[in-house]
């Protein structure tokens, strides 16, 4: 879905959208699939930390900081955005901010206004001793 990579899981649905010509003025706090056409002047996240998938259309607007598993950007953006897992930037995007992410997709025509930074993954592997016997 939307050019992601084999590894990483994206939600595969939508479950909400705020539609062209909608404009919303606070937090919005999601789960599941979060589209994006209208305008949201205030912060997106998943619910409680969970993986969640923001797309923000051509056409979308966000003024506030973003923080999601997967985020897909193709409109505008003025603020933060942090992507836990992936970062697709299709060639609409524009980033006013910086950016923190995994794993980042950026097509010929997008901008970023801001910083880049990569997170290493917080996944954490146990390893076991091998047994002397």
């Known amino acids: 879905m939307f050019g992601l990579k084999k590894g990483s899981a994206p939600q595969n649905s939508i479950d909400s959208l705020i539609g062209i010509g909608t404009r919303v003025d606070g937090n919005v706090i999601f789960s599941g699939g979060l589209r994006v056409d209208g305008e949201v002047h205030g912060n997106i996240s998943s619910k409680n930390g969970q993986?969640?998938?923001?797309?923000?259309?051509?056409?979308?607007?966000?003024?506030?900081?973003?923080?999601?598993?997967?985020?897909v950007i193709n409109g505008t953006v003025v603020g933060p955005v942090f992507a836990g897992e992936s970062l697709e930037l299709l060639p609409a995007a524009r980033v006013t901010g910086d950016v923190e992410?995994?794993?980042i997709e950026m097509q010929q025509g997008a901008v970023i206004q801001g910083r880049l930074v990569h997170q290493i993954s917080a996944k954490t592997v146990e390893l076991k001793l091998a047994s002397s016997g």
């Open 101 to 103: 992410y995994h794993q």
């Open 51 to 71: 993986e969640g998938t923001l797309v923000i259309s051509e056409k979308a607007r966000v003024e506030g900081a973003i923080s999601v598993g997967h985020v």
